[in-house]
């Protein structure tokens, strides 16, 4: 298993140059997210070798040529030629399959140097493909590509899951392992181009009903050399399926499809024209709603809570005014003792309440008479002493602890009667490897006996989750310009804001006031730990 998730976090990781050929396909699928933009367009020759050549020099390692359907493209095998002789370590295409019915023509890609073609093929018999690709015969056509190149280069198969075929999922998988293909990603439709136009009613389908066709084609990744992914996946419905569930971090990917609309979004104010009963199907829905409160923080007029760090001191000066009429404060997030002494020394004086992030809570006791701070966050446990934190709560400060490893320990050093002052957080781990190397279990006894859990939901930590400040800014997530700056911010969403709950939380008392539990710690813990509770 851990090797396993190694390979899918450094899958993540690799950098991926996807270069579009054409808007060209001699498909028409019913869930098509690009059926606007098919206007037959080739890029020229050139055009493309020039996308190649810039992808490597940006430390591209792999290389997807795609479209439309790029095999359509005149000139789709010297790409392949050409992205080699750039030096890309893996040259992978995606395709309907149909052209690689031509042997020849399968030929020519594996000589070139192709080392990856991912079919899609949405079903394992003539009627259900070709009734969900909109052409009679693509089935034929394209199971003959997949025998002109299974066991010469690697091959494997994108299903995309709609209404129709999900019951038939588990023999679908079963048909294309019998041909010897071992690696599958499932992905999810998105309510755009033809699919929401369209066929949603024919197509978009109910979790709950289909739970039970989607978890026993789950069961075949147990198989011995099976690799089974997903993408855009709903983690709701991957229950007992933890593992499947999509890193987060590809969120990158669909920030990057979309980047006009959320640039404008960001620079005019321009909502973007999707918006509305679509949001309720789209993966992207959480952070499209977290875009929005960010962007409407930025613009307001007053401010409760400003996070800054070194490199973005120039910026807090805007925002002092607007915390000073809320009455807010600043967190600044520092992990060297000389940036404290620069915070507790420069800012207490001008701002009412202030709260320091640091992984030395040492050198903030030593600074604490003439710094003034009222809350300290402790990033760590590691180098984090109780005496230091009883001490400090003594002088009648706030203490934040991480929940991590070795925090029943920490708080069982605590004497009971400053734990009040104590709040545990529940830390958003980067990646999923994280949280299974440093969170601790979630029984944690000591929990009941400090004075606030945040980050957790209350059927995990049995205390309601505090209310956090109504507006808040994080300078860290600034470009040169001022600007909110979208890769920092989807970073910023997926460790602060990408939590999510169980289908079965719709039955909680409490799912109104619960944002779930983070992405990641789901990831380790699973959905199964999160128990819906009755009114009381
Ligand atoms: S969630 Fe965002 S991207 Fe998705 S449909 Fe709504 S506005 Fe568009
Ligand atoms: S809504 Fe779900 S996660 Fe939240 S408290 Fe209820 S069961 Fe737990």
């Not at 079919?119 to 003959?144: C, I, N």
């Not at 709609?162 to 079963?174: A, K, R, S, T």
């Not at 002494?341 to 008479?369: H, K, M």
């Amino acid at each position: 298993m851990v090797d396993e998730l190694s390979v899918k976090e450094s899958a993540v990781k690799e950098k991926r140059i996807w270069v579009r050929v054409n808007r060209v396909c001699n498909n028409g699928c019913l869930f098509c997210l690009d059926s606007d933009i098919h206007d037959g367009f080739m890029e020229s020759r050139e055009a493309v070798e020039e996308k190649i050549r810039r992808g490597r020099e940006e430390g591209g390692e792999r290389l997807i040529l795609s479209g439309g359907e790029a095999s359509l493209h005149p000139d789709f095998v010297h790409f392949i030629e050409f992205g080699r002789a750039q030096g890309y370590r893996w040259i992978q295409t995606i395709t309907n399959g149909r052209m690689y019915a031509y042997r020849k023509f399968a030929d020519r890609v594996v000589a070139a140097g192709l080392n990856e073609t991912t079919f899609s093929m949405h079903g394992h018999h003539a009627d259900l493909h070709d009734r969900l690709v909109g052409v009679p015969g693509a089935f034929k056509q394209a199971f003959a590509g997949l025998q002109n190149l299974v066991g010469r280069i690697v091959v494997n198969i994108d299903v995309v899951l709609n209404q129709l075929n999900i019951p038939h999922l588990h023999d679908i998988l079963e048909f294309y392992m019998a041909m010897g293909i071992h690696e599958f990603d499932l992905l999810h439709m998105v309510p755009f181009g033809r699919a929401w136009r369209e066929n949603r009613e024919l197509l978009f389908f109910d979790p709950v009903e289909m739970m039970p066709h989607l978890s026993l084609a789950f069961e075949l990744r147990h198989r011995p050399g099976i690799y089974m992914w997903t993408n855009r996946l709903p983690a709701p419905f991957l229950e007992g399926n933890e593992d499947l569930i999509q890193d987060p971090h590809k969120l990158h990917d669909e920030v990057r499809g979309r980047r006009e609309m959320f640039e404008e979004w960001r620079d005019l104010g321009t909502e973007p024209v999707c918006q509305g009963d679509r949001c309720g199907y789209c993966p992207m829905e959480g952070f499209c709603g977290s875009l929005r409160k960010t962007l409407a923080d930025l613009k307001g007029t007053s401010c409760d809570s400003v996070t800054c760090d070194a490199d973005h001191l120039a910026f807090l000066d805007l925002y002092l005014p607007r915390l000073k009429a809320a009455g807010g404060g600043v967190s600044f997030v520092s992990s060297s003792p000389e940036d404290t002494l620069c915070y507790v020394g420069q800012f207490p004086e001008r701002i009412s309440t202030s709260t320091l992030v640091t992984a030395n809570p040492a050198a903030v006791l030593q600074q604490s008479d003439a710094g003034g701070f009222a809350q300290w966050v402790i990033d760590s446990l590691e180098g984090a002493s109780p005496e230091v934190v009883a001490a400090f709560c003594r002088r009648g400060g706030e203490v934040t602890l991480p929940f991590e490893n070795g925090i029943d320990d920490f708080l069982s050093r605590v004497p009971a009667s400053l734990r009040e002052q104590v709040t545990v957080r529940a830390v958003p781990r980067l990646f999923v490897s994280d949280s299974r190397r440093l969170d601790p279990p979630l029984s944690v006894g000591l929990l009941a006996t400090v004075g606030e859990v945040v980050g957790m939901p209350i059927c995990l930590s049995g205390k309601p989750t505090p209310e956090e400040r109504e507006v808040r800014v994080d300078l860290r997530l600034m470009n040169e310009e001022g600007k909110l700056d979208l890769a920092l911010f989807t970073d910023w969403f997926v460790l602060q804001e990408y939590r999510v709950k169980s289908l079965r939380c719709a039955s909680c008392a409490g799912s109104p006031r619960c944002e779930g539990l983070h992405i990641n710690a789901v990831r380790n813990y699973g959905l199964g730990v999160l128990v819906p509770f009755e009114e009381d």
